[in-house]
């Protein structure tokens, strides 16, 4: 299989994958019970996830167990380094990163925010898909998914 880098993530209409104080709670304005919007399919063609450690310190703030167990999960982290029972992380090179990762046998690569992740994916041209739901919200403020001085 051809691994490719997959952002897979959703945002408000205008733009936002936070608002301020990295609230999320406009996504909620979509849920259906029993509807995943595709996303366990998804979940089946990854085996690996590259996080920003702001979305990961998000995550274990719902107090839930971590749901990616059976997956090599990478957080990026100028400031943590080390490993846990769910994550490693990584400060490196995130294009060494990705060329070791896709040299590897594996599924998919699944990437999710945040707006530092992103911009440094764009910045480098490592994403080769994007899936992005759009929330039919405007936020107003907050994290933009996309930060102001990324390439074409």
């Not at 274990?60 to 490993?83: A, E």
């Not at 029972?85 to 400060?91: P, R, S």
């Not at 440094?120 to 405007?138: A, G, Q």
């Amino acid at each position: 299989m051809d691994r490719k880098v997959i952002l897979y993530i959703g945002m408000s209409l205008d733009g936002y994958i936070a608002k301020d104080e990295d609230n999320i709670d406009f996504l909620s304005k979509v849920d259906i019970p029993g509807e995943d919007y595709g996303y366990e399919d998804f979940q089946q063609n990854v085996d690996t996830l590259i996080w920003g450690r702001k979305t990961y310190d998000k995550l274990l703030s719902f107090g839930i167990p971590f749901p990616h167990k059976d997956k090599k999960c990478y957080v990026l982290s100028h400031t943590r380094t080390g490993i846990n029972e769910d994550v490693e992380y990584y400060g490196g090179s995130l294009p060494a990163l990705i060329s070791k990762l896709k040299n590897e046998e594996g599924k998919h690569i699944y990437c999710d925010g945040g707006g530092e992740a992103v911009f440094c994916l764009l910045k480098d041209k490592l994403i080769d898909k994007m899936v992005i739901s759009v929330i039919p919200y405007l936020v107003g403020q907050g994290v933009k998914l996309f930060k102001d001085g990324r390439p074409e």
